[in-house]
Structures are given as C-alpha cells and as structure tokens.
C-alpha cells in the first residue's frame, strides 16, 4: 500500500494538477505551475547528492580491491574533492562560486571548457568517419540518404555555390519541403506516443519506474 | 584492381587524420578568402560605423563556452570596431557561465588596441533574472549594478559617470546563442525602443531573421560565416575568415570519402557477381 | 543549441509556462516602439493627425484577471506614425496616464498589473515626433479572472477524445479481442544482441539518454531496459548502465533487480554494474567512451533522449564491433543514429516498444487507440488541405 | 596564472584528442579527471543557481525585510515541502527505507507526465497539424502548388509509417514507403546540415592550440 498504491495516486494527483492548471487560469489554480516548477528544481538539486554517492563508492570499491586502473579512480577522487573544494572556498570567500575571478571559475575556465569544447569538437572527426561508413548507394533508401546529405553539405559553404549556382538554392528547398514533412510526420508520432504513454502513467497502467 | 576495392574499407584513423589536417593547414597557412557580404552584417557594421566618437555601446554576453568557437569571434570582430571607431563599451550578460568568455574577449581586444578601463570600457558582469534585470536597467544603471564585477562603485568610473539608463547608450549589440536576444526585443526594443544588433549561432540565425524583416533589429551576425563577413568588413582577419577555407576543406574532404566509399562498394560487388 | 544544457530545461518549462499565459505572449511582441522615422514625421508635422478610431476596451478574457484589452482601428495616417500610445484612468474625464505604447500597425494591446473589480477608462493617441492625436474615450472596462480558459477548449476536447478513444480500446483488449501489431525491426533484434553478446562472453551496455525521469521518453526506455535486463538475466550476461541523472539511476536498479528476480537469478544482480558517472553532458560521453573500450560490450542500447552526444556515443560503439539498437524521440539526433546504428527505433517506435515487447493486451489497446487518432488526423488533413484550396479555413480553426 | 591555465587546458585538450588514435594511458587520465571534476562541479553549480536562490534565499530576504525569523518561517512554509521531499529522496541510500523515496518519484513523474499531456498536444500536435493545411492548388505558381502537394504527401506517408495495428501491405504498405522515403531524404539532409556547425567546432579547438598556446598565428 505504502510501496506501491500512494506512490501511484501521488503520480496521479500531480498530474492530473498539472492537466488542470493549464485549463484555469483563475487564481490560485493558474499559477500552481510555476510554483510547483521550482519545487521540482529544488527536488532534483537533492539528487545529485545520490550520484555523488554511487560514484564515490564505486571507484572506493575499485580502490580497495586493487582492481585494475584503481591509479585512474584516485584521480577521479581527487578531481571530484579539487572541484568541490575550490567551489566551497569560493562560495565563502566571493559570496558565490560563480563570482568572477574566484578559483572555482579557473577551474571552471581552463579545466571544465576545454574538456567540454574538445569532447564536443571530436564531433567534426565522427561526422566523417559515420558519413563515409553509412552513406553508400545499397537501397533506394540509403541513395536518397545519401543523396540528400550531399546536396544539403555542397549548399552550406561558399565551395558548393562555386561549383553549381544553384546548391544552395536545392539545398534550402529540401529542407524546407522534403525534410519538414518528414519531421512533421515523425513529430504528430512523437506527440501521439508521448500522449498515450503519459495517459499510461498517470493511470498507472505504465508503472516500471516503480518496479 | 585490388587496391581501389580496399576503399570500401578504409580505417576510419585515415579519415580523421584527413580531416585534422584539412582543418588544421588552412588555419596555419593564413589561407586567405573572400566571403561575400551579406545585408544583415553590413547593417550591423553600419550600425556602429555611423555613431559618432564617444557614444557608448552596450555589448550582451549571452553564451557560454559552449558556443564559443561561432560566438567569440563575432565578439572580437565587433569590439575592434567599435574600439577601432572610438567609441565606448559597457559589457555585460544574462548567462550566469557567459561572464568568464566574454572578459577574456573584452579583455583581449582592449590590450590589442591600448584601450584603458574605466575610460574606453567598462565590464559590469552578471546578474541573475534576465527580463527583470533588463527592465530595470531601463530607470537606472546602478539599481542593478551599482559597481562592476569587480566591485568598484560606477560613480568612480569615469566613463559611466553620466551614463544612467538606455537613455546614454547608443545600440545594443547581443552575442546570443539562446532565446535570450528575444527577451531583449521583447522588455528592451519595444519598452525603451534601443537599437539593437545580434550576432547569433548559424542554427538560431533563421529564426532570429523575422526580427530583422519587422525593423526590431538593426543587423544581424549569423555563425561562423557572419562573423567572417564583419572581420572582411572591417578588414581585420580572424578565426571567422580563417575558418572559412577549412569549412570548405572538411565538407569537400567527406564527400570525397563518400565518393571513393561508394567506388569500393561498386568495385567489391561487382567482384562478387 | 545543440549542446542544450539540462539545467536550462526547468527554465525552459516556466516559460513554456508563461508563454501559456495569454497576456504575457502579446503584451510583450507587440508593445514596440519605432525609431527611424524622422525624416518622414517632420514633413508631416503641418497636417492636422488623425487619430484611431472605434476604440473598445474589454476584460481580457481566459486570463488570471489583472489584465484589460484595448483594441482600434488605425488611424489613417498609420503610415506616418511613430506608434500609438495608450492612456489609462479611473475616471473618464483624466487625467489620463500612459499604459504602453505599441507599433504603427498594430490594433491591439493588453494593459496587465490592474486591480480585479475596478474601473478602468482608455484612449489612444497616435503619435508622431512632437505631437498626437487623440482618440475618443472608452470604457469602463472590468478586468476579472475567469475559471476556464475557453481559448483551449479544442485542446480539452481532443485530450478528451484521445483519451475515450484509448480506455475504451484498453477495455475491449481485457475482454480478449486479439489485437495485432506490426513487426519493429529493432526490438527484433533485442534478442539477437543479447545472444550474440553472451555466445562472445561479453556484458551488455545500456544508455538511458540524458534526461531525467520526469521525461516521457526516459519512461520509454526505462521499460526497454526492463525487457533487456530479463533477457541478459536468463542468459547470465551483465548490463551495465552508466547514468547522467541520478533519478535514473537509482530507477534503473532498481527496474533491472526486480527483472532478475523475475527470471529466477536475483543472486546474479550487481547493483554497481547501473553506475552514476557525471551531470554534465560530455563527461558523462566521455566516461561511456572509456567504458565502452575497455568493457567491450557486445551489444550496446542507447535508449532515451539524447543531444549533441549521440554521434560520440554511436561511432565509438561501433569502433568496438558491438551490435547497436538505438532509440529516441529526439529528431535532431535521429540521422545520427540511423547511420551509426545498426537498428533504431524512430520516434513514436520508442513508445510503441513497451507494447511491442510486453505484448500485454492493455498496452496494445493503448496503441490501438494512437493508431486510430492517427487515422483521424489524417482524415482532417485530407480534408482540410481540400477546403484550403477552396479557400475555406474550417479545419484549420480547429486546431488554432 | 593564465599562462599556467592555457598550458592545463592544451594539455587536456591534447589528451581528449589522442582518444581518435586508441584507449591510453593519457585518455584515460583525462576521462577519469573529467568525470570527476565534473560531477562535483555541478554539486557546486547547482547549488549556487539552484538550491540557495529558490529554497534559501527566500527566508534570508524575508528575514531581511521583517526582522523576525518567525515570520520568514511561516511565510516562506511551502518550501519545507520541496525540501522534505529532497531529503527523503537521499533515503534511497540506504535499503530498508529505500522505498519512501518512491513518493517525490512519483511527484516528479506526475509533473513530466502531467505537463507532457498538454503541451505535446499544444507544442506538437496542433502546430504540426495546422502547419500541414494548405491549399492544394495555388494559382499562378505551379512551384508553390508542387510544394504544397508534396508537403501533404509527405505528412501523411510518414505518418502512416507509423502506423502499428495493421500490416503495411497493399496500400498502407505504398503510404508508408513513401514515408519512410521523406524520412531517409529529411535523415541525409540533417545530417549534411549539421556538418558545418561540426567543422566550426574543431576550427576552434585547434584555433586555441595555435593560437592561445603555441602562438603559431595571430
């Protein structure tokens, strides 16, 4: 009952609020949302703590065991202690971590943008690597795929207009014709699925995240 | 005719050998292009070309790293004219992270062009509540900011002594790479009718283009491309135009992989029949 | 853009939110201001400005209250002006003050921040540089707060729909009508993977995407991963799931425990194989990269909502020669998958997969349903384009 | 201090690179350090733009302009409901009361479903539809007209890919090829679409090492 039935009907509740509020905007019914948004923030800030946890106990365990690559895991430890420390010193000393000149912002500068620009940035490399392994002429299918990536690739730089004048022209008219009745059809999908999955879940007939 | 079935398999190391090297030897090389202007840039550039000396421009960083390689040129290009021009700066922005990248830039051009702080520019930093803070700016600069980010008072700075609200400011120039340049036209354009120009990323720039079409932007900046277009204008070559020739180097690099991956595939199954 | 940050996304919902709120959307685009005209307006200044006319001052309607609308006619000069300004009182006779001011051009504007149950008189001037034009004085108007917002009504309507539609489907399955369902490629191939990856002695890997448990599509895979798991159960083979989201994780160990029970083998369960790596969206690629060439899965399932990351994840699977199934609402990443991958499942597939894979009669009622909404909306387009060309907007009204 | 973070983060940029070759020792140091860094840096983060601006600050600011505790206790009570239910989240961790954190799940589910239900029909649906609705025949311009007709075409083809409770043969089976048609041609030209901002990316990774680091160009 505790484990299963008032979880269900608090998953009901809320969102049957939530169907509600978009409906009345009388007050206070209206603005239920907002308030309720930013509870749900708060919640989710709470979480991290969680992953913090498992992570920290997973490598511990791998440290422990000495199993192999346990150098990397103090690493990781150490990383995770150098960003909480200089965020905890900065909070105190700046009044915010996010206060300019403040350690915790040349981590931030010089560790975390680089990290996640070159990560971002190997994208250039598997773009290539996807195109040339996936876009062969096989079937119809794979032959517009293809097709269709070549012309739109040759209109986005000055080289295709040099080529053929009309790259860019072609290029435009795919996206905006072929290529939006595509997404408009897999989107009302997309919308229809959601609807029905969220139905599911409010009546609790979907319940696997309460397994 | 062995060797020309192999494309069908080529590690895929090659190819990022490939494209590094595309990418890479244009930027060393100074590999030069000429792009062609398009309207909303030359706008902007016109924009701030006509202000006369000593009018001040308030520039908005809101971005982060993330779209740091598109917006931070748009930045610099945009900095050295208006510097170059003699006019005054005030920096500030709406993205919590955006802070750090903007001063880099600010800071960057500044020292290129013998600029003093206090005089020729001045970084307010970041406050949290974006419409609410744009608003505000609207009465008085110091209800929001009442000293910079580093926290010296305004009344201090010599450059902002009489600059009170958008009333002092001349154009507003937006490095966006969120909605937030709609809240600028929104509680800004239409409340206190500044002018303004955006420098966005090449993914927002279509949707950023209806604000040009109805007049509530003055120009508009747009990716890599746009960015490219302002350093030709002002003459001043940067990563925007370095950028270009390599832009076209990797997309001509795979579709050449493409190609010689469809020859191998024709070539091994032709082999096979 | 692409590289959307999560943290965003509650801000995105509030104003998701807002935007909900009438008054906010046209209040805002529509007050502006003009600049550029002065040359025109000091050739106009000699002739004698017309004002607005037909003014009509109302309660906005469908709102929280606190909110009048004001509406006119543009005055002739229209071309000419600056934009209109328009003056608020409580008495008619003034003294009026300024309660926004809008573009030429526009006829419409909504006076927000008022007191439920008071009085309010408007008048609209049209403006130039140095002199306007003022129009007649209407009102009273009474802003109030109304109880249902009749602007969504066709909304109501259709969730109304849909939902009968569904139940009623869901029932007539309990009662044992046989249902079918085409066949999904890559939930086919479910098996297979997880075959293939126990014959070469290698774990399982799978990624939930990137958001959290209040998405939908997170929800959808989640029950994927429950489907998995039961298999890789009975043939002794380890999942790992790495995890961004902490709620995910903690869901996802709990979902793949209570499968292998399921499957008879609850002492085969490692909690440590459903591990938290990193919030943030690249450290998280780059610690499933790591893992992925040092685990070497052989399979791998990237289920969920996914961004930028997608490409990374893919390309490197593949470089390790795992089988690939891959699924997600998000149609940005969709090209990226399908060209890695070795299966995806296109958008609403992801859905239909929890139907699919329990084959449960209650599920397939439920995609009965969607099936014959779908059938409906393709009736109202079918129509609908007939009467554009004719020039009548009836279907197009219904779904304003 | 800068000089010493240029030369961290070419290092660390250089490491993430070095993954293209193969796994190695210094990927793999850098992924650990990543990952680490990164998880504690969004404690900070999300402390600072979350958890202190909605659920402290409030009290402070009551505090602030009442004096009195008391009264910024009782004005501000609806937020111990937020972080009662973030505490009982953390129960998770330990198994026996495991299962209390069961409720906020379900409140956070109820919300994502309970909004999911209203805007998918708002944000997608209705747009999407209302979007496909144009005339069939539009004078003067064939183009247009061409356009429109494949548009709806399209639409419905790929619509009916999806759909699931009959077999796709006979006409079904013809819509729904021409679906998945659109939708190879809409994959191809994404994908072709989304290059340039990839390319702009490495332009700036390696602009940084040139530029920043070695100083090799301007």
């Not at chain 2, 060393?28 to 706008?43: A, Y």
């Not at chain 3, 408007?122 to 003022?134: H, M």
């Not at chain 3, 052989?298 to 089988?323: D, K, N, P, R, W």
């Not at chain 3, 139907?355 to 409906?376: F, N, Q, V």
């Amino acid at each position: 009952m505790m484990k299963r039935e008032i979880p269900l009907l608090i998953t009901f509740l809320t969102g049957l609020l939530m169907v509600v509020q978009f409906f009345v905007p009388h007050r206070p019914i209206g603005q239920i949302g907002t308030g309720v948004l930013s509870w749900y923030t708060i919640i989710a800030g709470f979480t991290l703590l969680l992953g913090i946890d498992s992570l920290v106990g997973m490598h511990l365990k791998k440290l422990q065991r000495k199993q192999s690559g346990w150098g990397y895991s103090i690493m990781l430890i150490l990383g995770l202690l150098l960003a909480l420390g200089l965020g905890i010193f900065s909070e105190i000393k700046y009044g915010s971590a996010l206060a300019f000149g403040s350690p915790f912002m040349y981590l931030y500068t010089y560790m975390m943008v680089p990290l996640q620009a070159t990560m971002f940035s190997l994208l250039a490399f598997f773009i290539a690597s996807a195109a040339y392994r996936a876009f062969r002429a096989r079937t119809l299918e794979a032959s517009l795929l293809l097709v269709a990536a070549m012309i739109v690739m040759l209109g986005r730089v000055p080289l295709g207009a040099a080529i053929w004048g009309k790259f860019p022209i072609l290029a435009e008219w795919i996206m905006t014709v072929p290529n939006a009745a595509a997404t408009r059809g897999i989107l009302i999908g997309v919308a229809l699925g959601g609807l029905a999955m969220s139905l599911r879940i409010l009546l609790g007939i979907e319940r696997t995240y309460l397994s | 005719m062995n060797w020309l079935a192999k494309l069908e398999k080529i590690d895929r190391r090659w190819i990022f050998l490939g494209v590094a090297l595309v990418v890479a030897a244009p930027l060393l090389l100074g590999l030069k292009t000429s792009v062609d202007i398009t309207p909303p840039v030359k706008n902007t550039y016109e924009a701030i070309d006509r202000l006369p000396p000593g009018s001040v421009v308030m520039v908005s960083i809101d971005y982060d790293a993330s779209t740091m390689p598109e917006n931070q040129p748009m930045l610099l290009a945009v900095l050295r004219h208006a510097f170059q021009k003699n006019l005054k700066i005030i920096l500030m922005g709406h993205w919590p992270l955006g802070l750090p990248v903007g001063t880099l830039g600010l800071d960057q051009v500044a020292r290129e062009m013998h600029k003093t702080y206090g005089v020729d520019y001045v970084n307010l930093g970041f406050r949290p509540g974006t419409a609410a803070v744009m608003v505000n700016l609207g009465t008085e600069i110091r209800n929001v900011f009442p000293s910079d980010y580093k926290g010296v008072p305004l009344d201090s700075l010599e450059m902002v002594k009489n600059v009170h609200n958008y009333n002092d400011i001349r154009l507003l120039v937006g490095i966006e790479a969120g909605d937030t340049y709609e809240f600028w036209i929104i509680y800004v354009q239409a409340r206190f009718g500044l002018k303004m120009a955006m420098g966005t990323t090449a993914v927002m720039a279509p949707t950023a283009y209806k604000y040009l079409q109805s007049g509530q932007l003055v120009g508009l900046i747009g990716g890599l491309k746009g960015a490219a277009e302002y350093e030709s204008l002002i003459a001043h070559p940067g990563i925007g135009l370095a950028g270009m020739p390599a832009q076209s180097a990797g997309h001509l690099l795979i579709i050449l992989f493409i190609i010689l991956g469809n020859i191998g595939y024709f070539l091994s199954r032709r082999k096979k029949a | 853009m692409q590289n959307y940050s999560r943290l965003r996304s509650g801000f995105r919902k509030a104003q998701q939110l807002a935007l909900n709120n009438h008054h906010f959307k046209n209040q805002g685009l529509r007050a502006l201001l003009l600049f550029a005209w002065l040359a025109l307006l000091a050739s106009t200044s000699s002739a004698a400005l017309a004002p607005p006319e037909d003014i009509k001052a109302f309660d906005t309607p469908n709102d929280a209250g606190g909110s009048n609308t004001i509406t006119w006619k543009a005055s002739p000069d229209d071309s000419l002006l600056l934009g209109y300004s328009v003056k608020r009182n409580a008495k008619p006779e003034g003294p009026f003050e300024e309660a926004g001011v809008v573009l030429k051009g526009q006829e419409e504007f909504q006076d927000a921040g008022l007191t439920d149950g008071q009085k309010y008189y408007y008048r609209v001037d049209a403006r130039v540089l140095g002199d306007s034009a003022s129009s007649a004085v209407a009102g009273p108007a009474v802003p109030s707060a109304q109880w249902f917002n009749l602007g969504r009504v066709n909304i109501l309507a259709f969730i109304m729909l849909f939902a009968g539609v569904v139940l009623w489907y869901i029932a007539r399955a309990k009662k044992g009508a046989k249902l079918f369902i085409r066949r999904i490629a890559g939930l086919d191939a479910v098996e297979e993977a997880v075959g293939r990856s126990t014959e070469m002695g290698r774990p399982l890997m799978f990624i939930p995407g990137l958001l959290s448990i209040d998405d939908v599509t997170t929800l959808a895979a989640l029950t994927i991963l429950g489907r998995v798991a039961r298999k890789a159960a009975e043939y002794d083979t380890p999942v790992l799931v790495p995890c961004t989201d902490p709620l995910v994780m903690t869901t996802a160990q709990e979902i793949v425990k209570q499968s292998y029970s399921e499957a008879g083998r609850p002492d085969a369960y490692r909690e440590g194989n459903i591990s938290y790596l990193t919030y943030d969206q690249f450290g998280y690629a780059a610690g499933c990269d790591g893992m992925m060439l040092r685990e070497k899965p052989g399979a791998v399932f990237l289920q969920g909502y996914f961004y930028a990351e997608s490409l990374i994840l893919a390309e490197t699977g593949h470089s390790i020669g795992a089988i690939q199934i891959a699924g997600t609402t998000a149609v940005d990443q969709l090209p990226f998958f399908v060209t890695a991958c070795d299966y995806t499942l296109i958008g609403e597939e992801m859905y239909a997969a929890s139907s699919y894979l329990t084959r449960e009669p209650i599920m397939l009622g439920t995609l009965k349903g969607e099936d014959l909404i779908k059938l409906l909306i393709v009736l109202a387009l079918t129509v609908g384009v007939v009467l554009e060309t004719f020039g009548k907007h009836w279907i197009q009204a219904l779904f304003q | 201090m800068t000089v010493v973070g240029i030369w961290i983060a070419a290092f660390l940029t250089l490491a993430i690179f070095s993954f293209l070759y193969k796994d190695n020792p210094v990927y793999k140091f850098a992924e650990h350090l990543y990952v680490g860094v990164s998880a504690g840096y969004y404690v900070i983060y999300v402390w600072s733009t979350d958890i202190r601006p909605l659920l402290f600050n409030p009290f402070v600011q009551t505090h602030a302009q009442t004096g009195s505790w008391g009264a910024s206790l009782s004005q501000n009570a609806a937020l111990f409901i937020p972080a009662v239910l973030g505490v009982v989240m953390l129960l998770r961790a330990f198994p026996k009361i495991a299962w209390v954190s069961r409720w906020p799940i379900s409140f956070m589910v109820g919300i994502g479903a309970g909004l999911a239900i209203t805007a998918d029909v708002q944000g997608y649906l209705f747009p999407q539809v209302q979007a496909t609705l144009v005339p069939l025949w539009v004078r003067g311009s064939l183009f247009t007209t061409f356009n429109n007709v494949l548009l709806f075409v399209g639409v419905v083809g790929s619509v009916g890919y999806f759909y699931f409770s009959r077999e796709h043969k006979g006409f079904l089976g013809g819509l729904s090829k021409i679906g998945i048609l659109f939708i190879m041609v809409a994959f191809g030209a994404s994908f072709g679409y989304t290059v340039m901002a990839r390319i702009s990316l490495l332009i700036g990774r390696i602009h940084f090492l040139f530029a920043d680091w070695l100083h090799l160009i301007r």
